[in-house]
């Protein structure tokens, strides 16, 4: 019997997710805040991009790296919600072992793109304000083009040995998945191996990754303000100031959410597995909800364009 009970889930063909253990009679009422910040990031996202493409005042590699943020993100959340829907609304909760490897694979290479276009925004505002005079001639459209290219390259290589790695593990302890989505460390765990190759890889691209970005976000910032509080004038301070405030407020949304969500991770043992859940999901849906909210509210020009768009005309 227990040899049996051993070989049968040896390579599954589909895993099961469970949703948010604990709330599953809270499942339709979980649904409406997530399905809501979803819908409002679709909207935002789509009137940047609208924006964007018809101001050509706005063709700058500020707004350039802000439409790459915006579609990173909102691809980050697309990966996960139409499975977490499907378990909240139609109790659906099969996922064939190919698909789970494949959500699992783009929602880490979303988030580490978006950790890389943090950066790249950091390294316009650095050379905006530290050298505005070559500003127009270093980071040039075929440049930006370049750092993009880079950027999704770069997402997708680290984060392909998480598929490679998972799809070797034989899985023989059960393939259910007390999460929402196929979570890498949640589907890694289920394997009857040794995975410490998985987790010290993922660890490592964790603090590698985000971390150095994080580094070089840092460093940017320190010369960026040096540069700021050498002007002469508090007013050319706060102006130039104002042209980073967008860049910081997402970055801290965005860095706080995910320190949270990292360190609840760390003691799990102490923390419910349903507010795990649920801040791993609020950690891939926020940020795209927020951050077009955050531009919009807090740069003049996409404000301004914003607020020309349903203004009436005056004859």
Known sequence: MSDSNTTEFTNPSTFILLGVPGLEGAHVWISIPFCAMYIIAILGTFTILFIVKRDRSLHVPMYYFLCMLAITELSMSTSILPTMLSIFWFNSREIDFSACLTQMYFINCFATMESGIFLAMAFDRY?????????????????????????????????????????RWPYCKTNIIPHTYCKHISVVSLACADIRLSTNYSLSVTVFTPGMDMVFIVVSYILILRAIFSLPTKDARLKTFETCSSHLCALFSSYIIFVFSFVMHRFDNTVPLYLLILMANVYLLVPSTLHPIIYGVRTKQIRDRLLSLFSPRRT
């Open 127 to 167: 050379v905006a304000i530290c050298n505005p005079l070559r500003h127009s001639t270093i980071l040039t459209n075929r440049v930006v083009v370049k750092i993009g290219l880079a950027l999704v390259l770069r997402g997708c290589l680290v984060i392909l040995p998480y598929p490679l790695l998972a799809s």
